[in-house]
């Protein structure tokens, strides 16, 4: 369990949406190989996003997504969406 921050992007024209946790740690520039072959193998077990590092600052984020089909989400809907990402982030 940790301090995580939430980003959450709409594309309504596109009828997409995504939430980042942006978790509270970095990769340091030596070990950003090994972070993204552990992303890769901890992605290929989640079922429900993915992780993301970025490669010029060791940023961490588990991102969930989805399609809208156009309809307005409902609290529940974009509460379990949020609490589904949060929950796969801190399982790892």
Known sequence: NCDVRGELHIFEDRDFLFFDAILP???APERRADAAEFFALANYYVTFGHFLADPEDG???YRTAMHTDGRALS??????LLE??????DAF
């Open 25 to 27: 740690l970095r990769v």
């Open 59 to 61: 940023e961490v984020r």
């Open 75 to 80: 609290e529940s809907t974009l509460q379990h």
């Open 84 to 89: 589904g990402n949060f929950y796969q982030a």
